[in-house]
């Protein structure tokens, strides 16, 4: 059974940097599509990018060329790396484990999830 831990999450000025980390167990982290959503308060959970078992990246366009994600299979670990921070980007942000092997922006096409870290951008 796949279980997903992020970390990383915390409090941070607009303009600045947060790395989260989304580390799994009970299966390899490269065999598995693995996206990210956040939540912010009072509005529905939102898809904002994710990684194929190749290596291929999504991201939609509210975070393209700001934030990155990557893999380190050693440590069966997904990275969201964040820059340019603004504060419409305070959310609990979520990792999710995919039911397929292509990546899909649904909430129902991932089937694990993890508890969340929450980021927060001051003005």
């Known amino acids: 059974q796949v279980q997903l831990v992020e970390s990383g999450g915390e409090l941070v000025q607009a303009g600045g940097s947060l790395r989260l980390s989304c580390v799994a167990s009970?299966?390899?982290?490269?065999?598995?599509?693995i996206g990210w959503f956040r939540q912010a308060p009072g509005k529905a959970r939102e898809f904002i990018g994710a990684i194929r078992s190749t290596g291929t990246t999504y991201y939609t366009d509210s975070v393209k060329g700001r934030f990155t994600i990557s893999r380190d299979n050693a440590k069966d670990t997904v990275y969201l790396q964040m820059n340019s921070l603004e504060p419409e980007d305070t959310a609990v942000y979520h990792c999710?484990?995919?039911?397929?092997?292509?990546?899909?922006?649904?909430?129902?096409?991932?089937?694990?999830w993890g508890q969340g870290t929450q980021v927060t951008v001051s003005s």
């Open positions: 009970g299966r390899t982290v490269s065999s598995l599509v």
């Open positions: 999710a484990a995919g039911r397929y092997s292509w990546i899909t922006s649904l909430i129902d096409d991932y089937y694990v």
